[in-house]
């Protein structure tokens, strides 16, 4: 146990971590572009904030979460994810007092406890957007928008982008009635965790991955059937928007989601390449939640992509990932009398914004000369017997494979004017 991380998690090891970095760095580039700001949240709140913004009928409240008792004998749970922790912190924070809408976006560990799988892990990292205090159609198809330009970026194809509207207070009611009459006669064939739903939730049972239940759910009324005027309007106006981008979308009238706060639009993207988990992203309109959590009546939408399954995704396409470019010195001794030269002149190289390392296990001059050439290092800076009595050092470009003898002094310009007249290829 001891040397075995938990079930469901990762470590993401150098070599990997690249990948990260530059998801990253796109991420937070996008977000500037379009006027999005970093928000950073606990890892773990109260339970009572995703008992009451996740909802108590969703598969993460009822057997999900990572809730304990801490020492102070409060309830806490680690974040199964982001959008519950940023209304707390919209009304926290105050921010419906400034000016709106505010745009939001946050990166980061989620937690839930799953049936691992590939795809599916009890630690996953999500990058979300939420945006506050408009209802303005336009908003919705931004949102869709941004998360396809940002799979765009990244170089993956063939996504699938699922859009639905689930409607509102006003027409919840009329396609709870709907769908309870037509499952109440195949009510016994249904799974028993969609026996619940029928009462509790019966818009859940379109959502069921059983496929006695998807096969029951066939012919049920779907949402769409039932949408008030104003829910079909705002509906057709996303769509239009999504239409002036050209952005290629599939009305899907089973699509509900598993969070219970959504009201309006609601979307997902799907990869066909990475299994059975193949949602890499989704989100939609959530009107009512920043009132459930006790604030004033506030729009609201957001999605959150699966930064794992966007990795899995990128590596089945063989998107390009940009690798890490390696040291760019490994300064090599001849000799115990060499080392503290070269520690001394290490330093000196670092402090030049020229990312270096030594030997720090007494090997031989063969062996830092290879253990430099593995790790990719661009330039090694010999430093020998003859060198200490000359006040130089021997410059050898790894790649090039040529050498030059180079005074003590003018080490750092020279290896500056090398790197700047041959950048490195990526
Ligand atoms: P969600 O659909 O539960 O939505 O999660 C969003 C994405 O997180 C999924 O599409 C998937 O890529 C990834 N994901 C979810 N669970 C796992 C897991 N166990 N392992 C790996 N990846 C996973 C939300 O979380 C909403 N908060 C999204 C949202 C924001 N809606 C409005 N604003």
Not at 401 to 425: D, N
């Amino acid at each position: 146990m001891l040397t075995m991380r938990p079930r469901g998690t990762n470590d993401i090891m150098p070599g990997e971590v690249e990948t990260w970095q530059y998801l990253e760095r796109q991420l937070r580039h996008i977000c500037g572009e379009y006027g999005y700001a970093e928000i950073r949240t606990p890892i773990f709140e109260h339970t009572e904030l995703f008992l009451r913004g996740v909802g108590d009928t969703t598969d993460i409240v009822e057997k999900e979460m990572y809730t304990f008792i801490d020492r102070g004998e409060r309830s806490v749970t680690l974040r199964p994810e982001g959008t519950a922790s940023a209304v707390r912190a919209y009304l926290e924070d105050k921010l419906y007092a400034g000016p709106q809408p505010v745009k939001l976006y946050y990166t980061g560990p989620m937690f839930r406890y799953d049936r691992p799988q590939a795809g599916r892990y009890r630690q996953f990292h999500q990058f979300g957007v939420e945006v506050f205090g408009s209802h303005d159609p336009a908003v919705d198809a931004e949102v869709i928008a941004m998360s396809m330009d940002f799979y765009g970026r990244i170089g993956l194809k063939n996504l699938a982008l699922h859009v639905n509207s689930v409607g509102c207070p006003a027409c919840r009611p009329h396609l709870r009635r709907q769908l309870q009459d037509f499952f109440r006669p195949r009510l016994a064939s249904l799974c028993p965790n969609c026996r619940e739903r029928y009462e509790k939730n019966p818009l859940r049972i379109l959502d069921c991955k059983e496929s006695r239940c998807s096969e029951l759910g066939a012919e049920a009324p779907t949402t769409i059937d039932c949408l008030c005027d104003s829910c079909l309007t705002h509906f057709a106006s996303v769509k239009k928007h999504l239409d002036l981008l050209h952005l290629p979308y599939i009305v899907d009238r089973r699509l509900v989601r598993g969070l219970d706060y959504y009201t309006h639009t609601a979307f997902e993207i799907m990869a066909p390449d990475i299994g059975a988990q193949s949602s890499i992203g989704g989100g939609g309109r959530y009107n009512g939640l920043v009132e459930t959590c006790g604030g004033p009546p506030t729009p609201g939408i957001g999605y959150a992509l699966g930064l794992e399954r966007i990795i899995l995704a990128m590596k089945n396409q063989g998107c390009a990932i940009p690798r890490s470019p390696g040291l760019d010195v490994f300064v090599v001794t001849a000799g115990r009398e060499a080392e503290h030269t070269a520690f001394h002149l290490l330093f000196k190289i670092r402090r030049a914004g020229i990312s270096a390392d030594k030997d720090y296990l007494n090997r031989s001059l063969k062996a830092q000369m290879k253990y430099a050439g593995k790790a990719g290092t661009r330039f090694a800076v010999i430093i020998g017997e003859e060198e200490l009595k000359s006040d130089t050092a021997v410059v050898r470009d790894m790649d090039a494979q040529e050498q030059a003898t180079v005074a003590m002094g003018e080490v750092i310009k020279y290896l500056q004017a090398k790197m700047r007249h041959a950048p490195r290829l990526p």
